[in-house]
């Protein structure tokens, strides 16, 4: 909690000074989870958008391992997201080992308003990362308090008005369920029963199946409903009154099948890992990145990938399944750690996702060194040139001719260096230089050379 009231802090420095006002009071927004394999879309609703402009928002995510076993979920805000402060921190669960909290922050100026007129908006996506044959993993909207389970935000809009804090309705929790007999993760979306912070299995799952507000498209959670008695709790929450065919059909047989199968070709295994390669064009922040053929993708995704904080930057998505190979244009003198993952589109236009590929570091070279100057003083000459951006240090050539004949005759160690002196020769009437980088093993990245000038 103190982190974001830095943020909102912050906030109140980005946004424009206005007269103050009387605030009214908060509506509720809808969260919205929208599960692709093992990969879940956040997003939110919001009426209030429709006439104030939200410029900072704090809501929270539970992600509960029931079944199986998970690697630290990841989150990645989505490109839309135009706050200057975008920030998710995974908190991990100390008593059970089987609980993360993702903690969401977004905060900006006035203009980077979160959400649009229509007061929807994409926030990002959950990446889990079940192993094993079998897993079971739910994921819901959570209170922001320690200790408070039920569903809220809090948001502050370009006005400048104190912290409002809202319910979060309408909302549910995605069940990624997989056995060792199938290819594919069963899903289903369940209404949110408020439980413990940080939920067991036992506190998500009995609840959860009773009141399924989509059955016909998870007829393994309304096949399994328990007699309504056991659970009136249940019969007041809003997803079953807006559902009333629920209790209408709570013994539903499964006939009505999951459309996953049809969406997913059996051809397509999500446990596939490409076999990536990466190599940098010399001289230039231009990379060639090659990986194998998933059978059955549709298409493949480029990401870079951070460790602190953990975070995937998608670079490049290609949508052809026979495409195993692309020229990346990245940042001048830059690291990367490259990764690339298969998916299969679904007759829905969601994605099913593969495994990632093992991580590929590479280090882009710098740019090219401009407005070389040169001159003799003496027995020497005095070269200087506009500095390079993020340099580790420069190497300087000399030659009797402007088209070859360079040797190396001084190393520059600084970055900062943008002026030196070089013995003069007989074979030094022509300059050049390059800058250079280091890479993660220490080894220089070089830069293309400038264009070369003669002394004067």
Not at 260 to 289: C, H, M, W, Y
Not at 377 to 387: P, Q, T
Not at 394 to 418: C, D, E, M, P
């Amino acid at each position: 909690m103190k982190k974001w009231i830095s943020y909102i802090l912050l906030s109140a420095l980005l946004i424009t000074a206005l007269p103050s006002f009387t605030a009214r009071a908060a509506v509720n927004c809808t969260g919205n989870l929208t599960d692709s394999g093992n990969n879940i879309d956040v997003a939110l609703s919001f009426p209030q958008a429709a006439e104030e402009n939200i410029t900072s928002l704090h809501f929270r995510l539970n992600v509960s391992i029931e079944n199986g076993k998970m690697d630290e979920p990841l989150f990645q805000f989505a490109s839309t997201v135009k706050s200057e402060v975008q920030d998710s921190k995974v908190i991990k669960n100390s008593t059970d080992n089987s609980s993360y909290v993702i903690d969401i922050i977004l905060s900006g100026k006035k203009d980077k308003i979160i959400f649009p007129q229509s007061g929807q908006a994409g926030i990002g996506m959950i990446s889990l990362r079940p192993y094993g044959d079998t897993y079971k993993i739910s994921v819901n909207f959570t209170g922001i308090k320690e200790g408070y389970t039920n569903p809220e935000a809090e948001y502050v809009t370009d006005n400048g008005q104190m912290v409002q804090t809202v319910a979060i309705t309408n909302t549910g929790t995605v069940i990624i369920d997989k056995n060792s007999t199938q290819q594919y993760p069963g899903n289903s979306y369940l209404p949110y029963i408020p439980g413990p912070a940080f939920p067991s299995a036992s506190a998500t799952v009995a609840p959860g199946v009773t009141a399924s507000p989509v059955p016909s498209s998870t007829p393994a959670a309304t096949a399994s409903l328990p007699p309504a008695s056991s659970t009136p709790s249940v019969t007041s929450a809003p997803e079953a009154t807006k559902t009333p065919e629920i209790t209408a059909t709570p013994s539903a047989p499964e006939t009505t099948q999951s459309p996953l199968p049809q969406e997913t070709p059996v051809s397509f295994d999500t446990q596939s890992k490409p076999s990536v390669s990466a190599s940098l064009i010399k001289g230039s922040r231009n990379v060639n990145i090659k990986w194998n053929l998933v059978e059955g993708a549709d298409g493949y995704i480029i990401y870079n990938y951070t460790k602190q904080p953990a975070k995937y930057k998608r670079l490049k998505t290609i949508a052809s399944p026979d495409k195993t190979s692309y020229k990346l244009k990245l940042d001048y003198a830059s690291s990367y750690s490259l990764r690339v993952r298969a998916f299969k589109t679904a007759d829905d236009g969601s994605r099913i996702f593969g495994k990632y590929s093992n991580i590929k570091k590479i280090t882009t070279a710098p740019a090219r060194a401009k407005k070389l100057k040169a001159r003799f003083s003496g027995n020497r000459a005095i070269l200087s040139w506009k500095k390079v951006k993020k340099a580790a240090g420069y190497q300087i050539y000399a030659g009797n001719k402007k088209g070859s004949g360079y040797s190396l005759v001084k190393t520059l160690k600084k970055g900062s260096a943008i002026k030196t002196k070089v013995k003069k020769g007989k074979k030094t009437s022509y300059f050049k230089i390059r800058a250079y980088v280091k890479n993660a093993n220490g080894k220089r990245v070089y830069g293309k050379f400038c264009t070369p000038v003669k002394a004067k």
